[in-house]
């Protein structure tokens, strides 16, 4: 019996209430690209995503899932509050984020631990490498910048250091910064030199993130003799708690072809996959015609796990937050995450309604294995 998570990262379906404290009034990731060009989503749409409240898009009149969707009770709109909110524990502590410079303090408390950096503001991780590469590699200053989250960044060049040297710099800032800040995450961007001289990230992103406050779902669902499998980033953003083992993956298709690969594996438990290439490369990036390309993309994968799925077996389909490219801003938005789901044991499709908190994912998880069905 299998407990199967998909976050498709920064998938919302409509403002929160509360949306204009966070500046996001008018965002609504799934509808607004609905809006902008004409896709569809056939095997979303039998899971409900259309007859999803408030959506006001054509429904399906054959759906086989349970659809609704979920308010965020956390007050951050972030990858690792929407994450640990899902598995049961709130954030209602702000965390600092930078979005144009960084902290002169944050900055002098970095430097104190790994010596004299470069860049120091928020910017394109992929665009600060080439233009701040060359000086890099010249002077051997470290690339420290932030984007959006509650994050610092730390890029390096392979062959100024090493990826382990890189990681202890990291774990340097990350002690650090639990001494004295409150800031999410340190992530190690390393990056490389390709064929034609062009700079390029390399697959060795490491994130080095707080730990949870209190135990996880996760963690219950270990204690009841579950495995908790990772893919994707899922393991950094728990800090490696709750998890009996981990895969990492670098885009979308490597963690789809993982999560078949394990629904297949004889054993009973979670799997946990976090869809990055949404929020990566084309939210945070306004990057429309990307968004819906990846959406098509799952979408056509989903039948291959449906069919790979068990008789007792689960699927949902959930965000971690939203994130508009039709809008503006580059940020995340504050927005309802779509909840999907899927088994093979369900007599009929519900509509869920409006649930209040995402834990009703890591719940539901629970639930599922240790009594056979999604509620208590």
């Known amino acids: 019996m299998k407990s199967i998570i998909l976050v498709l990262d920064g998938f919302g379906v409509g403002e929160m209430p509360d949306a204009d404290k966070f500046g996001d009034v008018g965002s609504n990731?799934?509808?607004?690209?609905k809006k902008l060009q004409q896709f569809s989503l056939p095997n979303f749409e039998r899971l409900g995503i259309n007859n999803i409240d408030g959506l006001n898009l054509d429904k399906c009149d054959n759906t086989i899932g349970y659809y609704g969707k979920l308010k965020e009770r956390s007050i951050n709109k972030d990858t690792l509050t929407g994450h640990w909110e899902m598995m049961g524990v709130e954030t209602h502590k702000v965390y600092q984020a930078f979005p144009h410079n960084i902290d002169a303090d944050v900055v002098s408390a970095?430097?104190?631990?790994?010596?004299?950096?470069?860049?120091?503001?928020?910017?394109?991780?992929?665009?600060?490498?080439?233009?701040?590469?060359?000086?890099?590699?010249?002077?051997?200053?470290?690339?420290?910048?932030?984007?959006?989250?509650?994050?610092?960044?730390?890029?390096?060049?392979?062959?100024?250091?090493?990826?382990?040297?890189?990681?202890?710099?990291?774990?340097?800032?990350?002690?650090?910064?639990?001494?004295?800040?409150?800031?999410?995450?340190?992530?190690?961007?390393?990056?490389?030199?390709?064929?034609?001289?062009?700079?390029?990230?390399?697959?060795?992103?490491k994130d080095f993130a707080i730990n949870p406050p209190t135990k996880t779902t996760l963690d219950a669902i270990i204690e009841a003799g579950y495995k908790v499998v990772g893919v994707g980033k899922i393991a950094e953003i728990f800090n490696f708690n709750g998890i009996s083992e981990t895969y990492k993956t670098t885009n979308n298709v490597e963690s789809l072809d993982k999560t078949l690969e394990l629904i297949n594996n004889d054993f009973d438990g979670l799997i946990f996959a976090n869809l990055i290439d949404t929020d990566m490369l084309y939210g945070h990036r306004n990057d429309t015609n990307g968004y819906i390309k990846a959406l098509e993309y799952i979408d056509s994968f989903l039948p291959k796990i449906m069919q790979a799925m068990g008789d007792n077996d689960l699927l949902m389909i959930t965000g971690d937050h939203g994130n508009d490219p039709t809008t503006p801003s580059t940020d995340h938005s504050r927005e309802y995450t779509p909840i999907l789901m899927y088994s093979k044991k369900f007599e009929s499709s519900k509509n869920l309604g409006i649930i209040d908190g995402f834990r009703f994912v890591g719940d539901s998880a629970y639930n599922w294995l240790t009594k056979g069905d999604i509620n208590d």
């Not at 990731?29 to 690209?33: D, F, H, P, W």
């Open 110 to 205: 970095v430097q104190e631990e790994i010596g004299p950096t470069i860049c120091n503001h928020s910017a394109s991780g992929t665009q600060i490498i080439v233009e701040l590469g060359q000086e890099h590699i010249a002077t051997k200053k470290p690339i420290l910048y932030s984007s959006q989250d509650s994050v610092l960044q730390i890029a390096t060049h392979k062959s100024v250091y090493s990826v382990e040297e890189l990681y202890d710099m990291c774990k340097k800032v990350r002690e650090r910064m639990n001494k004295d800040f409150h800031i999410q995450r340190i992530i190690a961007r390393p990056f490389d030199t390709n064929e034609k001289g062009e700079f390029y990230r390399t697959k060795e992103r």
């Open 29 to 33: 990731t799934y509808v607004n690209l």
